[in-house]
């Protein structure tokens, strides 16, 4: 049974950080890319940021560039999204998801997804 499992979550003040994590089993991650998604309340899921098998190319969402960073761990076949200066419009369910494909800002692209995980970012 395929299952990805987001944590980390919570209500944090303007310019604190938090570091989710998405933890996988049933999956042969080592050999999939990775991405993470959120949505923000009443919009539609964006792209955040994503990392390929062997943690090679790393790409973000340009609004989390130099504040998100995002990292692997092939043996505990989890990725983590580490989120540094947050800011209300940060607010949002955060997903994670695995892909085998290349078009990693493309939810369309995954096929499998967690259930997610609130970020709440107090002014």
């Known amino acids: 049974q395929v299952r990805l499992i987001e944590s980390g979550g919570q209500l944090v003040q303007a310019g604190g950080s938090l570091r989710l994590s998405c933890t996988t089993s049933?999956?042969?991650?080592?050999?999939?890319?990775m991405g993470w998604f959120r949505q923000p309340p009443g919009k539609d899921r964006e792209y955040v940021a994503a990392i390929t098998r062997d943690s090679g190319l790393i790409f973000y969402q340009p609004s989390v560039k130099d504040r998100f960073t995002i990292s692997r761990d092939n043996v505990k076949n989890t990725v983590y999204l580490e989120m540094n200066y947050l800011r209300p419009e940060d607010t949002a369910v955060y997903y994670c998801?695995?892909?085998?494909?290349?078009?990693?800002?493309?939810?369309?692209?995954?096929?499998?997804w967690g259930q997610g995980t609130q970020v709440t970012v107090s002014s």
């Open positions: 998801a695995s892909t085998r494909g290349r078009r990693l800002s493309d939810p369309n692209e995954y096929d499998h």
């Open positions: 049933g999956l042969p991650f080592p050999t999939l890319s």
